[in-house]
């Protein structure tokens, strides 16, 4: 009973390099996203996608790509890391309807030098 | 403008104390979504409760309860005899859109309340 599963769960990159971050959900949700959260901040919304096949930009999209694999896998990469994107990430996946919460993955801890 | 404000950095309670968590929302769409989670130090989101804007009454879930007050836009957490397991960091997260037909919408979160419950 999986859930969100988010590799790696912890990771040093130095500026300027690059790396994906993987997530892969069994919950058969259409909808998954990709936050970040910052000390003081909660979390903000990177890029989501309503459905398999559709990406979209949330709040703070700017120094990141996503892909939606297929309706189970839904990747980050950052394709030139810098110290500001210094954070925590979450992928999470979505319930069919509104009243079902998100279920989060358990995070993964990045540190960019 | 934020849309969601967690006006309590800290909170303490003494164990098996009742607890209030503020969180204040503000939305033009009358459908919307409104979500608790929970931060234990260990890192991970586990989901709480939710309270949809048509819901007649306040959610309710084991010893979390939601204090929902519409007009006033408020939507506190009420944690009922705290237990030491119940320190962590605590969200109210809002969902926008559709509160009782298909989900698409994206949460947003406030910055969050750390619990502290004394012994």
């Known amino acids: 009973n999986a859930g969100v599963t988010q590799t790696p769960k912890f990771q040093v990159l130095k500026t300027g390099q690059s790396m994906t971050l993987q997530c892969a959900q069994d919950?058969?949700?259409?909808?998954m996203y990709w936050y970040r959260q910052d000390p003081g901040m909660g979390l903000r919304l990177i890029y989501y996608?309503?459905?398999?096949?559709?990406?979209d930009k949330g709040e703070v999209p700017n120094g990141y790509n996503v892909s939606r694999l297929n309706k189970r896998e839904f990747s980050l990469r950052l394709e030139s890391a810098a110290p500001s994107q210094t954070s925590v990430y979450f992928c999470?996946?979505?319930?069919?309807?509104?009243?079902?919460?998100?279920?989060f993955g358990d995070g993964t801890r990045l540190s960019i030098l | 403008a934020q849309k969601i404000t967690q006006t309590q950095p800290g909170m303490f309670v003494q164990e098996k104390e009742a607890v209030t968590l503020d969180c204040t929302y503000d939305?033009?769409?009358?459908?919307?979504?409104l979500f608790w989670y929970k931060q234990p130090s260990s890192g991970e989101m586990i989901f709480l409760i939710y309270?949809?804007?048509?819901?007649?009454q306040n959610a309710t879930e084991g010893r979390y309860s939601l204090n929902f007050q519409k007009a006033r836009k408020s939507a506190n957490l009420v944690i009922s005899a705290s237990q030491l397991g119940d320190s962590a960091m605590y969200f109210c997260?809002?969902?926008?859109?559709?509160?009782?037909?298909?989900?698409?919408?994206?949460?947003?979160f406030g910055q969050g309340t750390i619990l502290t419950v004394h012994p």
């Open positions: 999470a996946g979505g319930g069919v309807y509104s009243n079902q919460p998100q279920h």
């Open positions: 919950m058969n949700h259409n909808s």
């Open positions: 996608s309503a459905s398999e096949g559709t990406t």
């Open positions: 939305t033009s769409d009358p459908s919307y979504g």
């Open positions: 309270q949809g804007s048509y819901d007649q």
């Open positions: 997260a809002m969902r926008e859109g559709n509160a009782g037909g298909t989900s698409y919408g994206k949460l947003t």
